[in-house]
């Protein structure tokens, strides 16, 4: 089966510049959970759903970030305009409904943003 | 979400086991204690969970004493592929779907 997809896998855009990042999750999986990743501050939850409908973002760090989920296999993330400080590793995770035992998120490969 | 503490990087050779110490003093009655490995330019990935006593699998072990405020995880015979980043984290089992919250994790580092 397919993992996570992710894309781009890599992005270098000018500062100012409109940015959108994209996810597909397992299929059947439920959850999604969009993360980021820097050396300063590690590894960062910015936004999760649940069932397409968004239950947390108090993560995304200020109004130029923006996610949905249209359906269940789609999900993006766009930063509008873009600024160097968000140059960072963005990661997509899923979870199936199933999953609370365990609680296993599964990660994609992750998109490396550069903001110059 | 109890708070963790792990050291920020540990130093090995191949051959010989590995043991990652996190502490977790305000562990609560409901929470599990999970650890994901990241490898370098990959997403993290779920390794081993446990409640109490010891939980043992392909991967890992992970021992958890009975006060449950520590936790180890122990990497046997290690190898220059075990180099990676090892996240612990604490929480109740949730509904499903609930957010992970990952702190600076261990950083491994296997020599030969």
């Known amino acids: 089966d397919a993992g996570v997809i992710q894309s781009p896998r890599h992005e270098v855009t000018e500062m100012g510049q409109e940015v959108t990042l994209r996810c597909k999750p397992i299929?059947?999986?439920?959850?999604l959970f969009w993360y980021r990743q820097t050396m300063m501050r590690g590894l960062e939850l910015l936004i999760y759903?649940?069932?397409?409908?968004?239950?947390?973002d108090s993560g995304m760090p200020e109004d130029r970030f923006s996610a949905k989920m249209p359906n269940a296999s789609f999900s993006t993330l766009k930063i509008q305009p873009s600024e160097p400080r968000d140059s960072a590793v963005y990661f997509c995770?899923?979870?199936?409904?199933?999953?609370?035992?365990?609680?296993?998120?599964?990660f994609g490969p992750g998109t490396r943003l550069t903001v110059l | 979400l109890a708070k963790t503490t792990q050291p920020i990087s540990m130093d090995s050779y191949e051959g010989q086991e590995v043991n990652i110490t996190c502490s977790h003093n305000?562990?609560?009655?409901?929470?599990?204690i999970t650890w994901y490995q990241q490898f370098p330019s990959q997403g993290p990935r779920f390794i081993i969970q446990?409640?109490?006593t010891k939980v043992t699998n392909e991967v890992a072990s992970l021992f958890i004493p009975a006060d449950r405020k520590s936790s180890t995880l122990s990497l046997p015979r290690v190898s220059l592929s075990d180099t990676a980043v090892y996240y612990c984290?604490?929480?109740?089992?949730?509904?499903?779907?609930?957010?992970?919250?990952f702190g600076k994790g261990t950083t491994l580092s296997v020599s030969s």
């Open positions: 995770a899923s979870t199936p409904p199933t999953a609370h035992v365990y609680n296993e998120q599964f």
């Open positions: 299929s059947g999986h439920n959850s």
């Open positions: 759903f649940n069932n397409n409908v968004p239950i947390d």
């Open positions: 305000n562990i609560a009655t409901n929470d599990y």
């Open positions: 446990g409640y109490k």
């Open positions: 984290l604490v929480g109740d089992i949730p509904q499903a779907g609930t957010a992970l919250i």
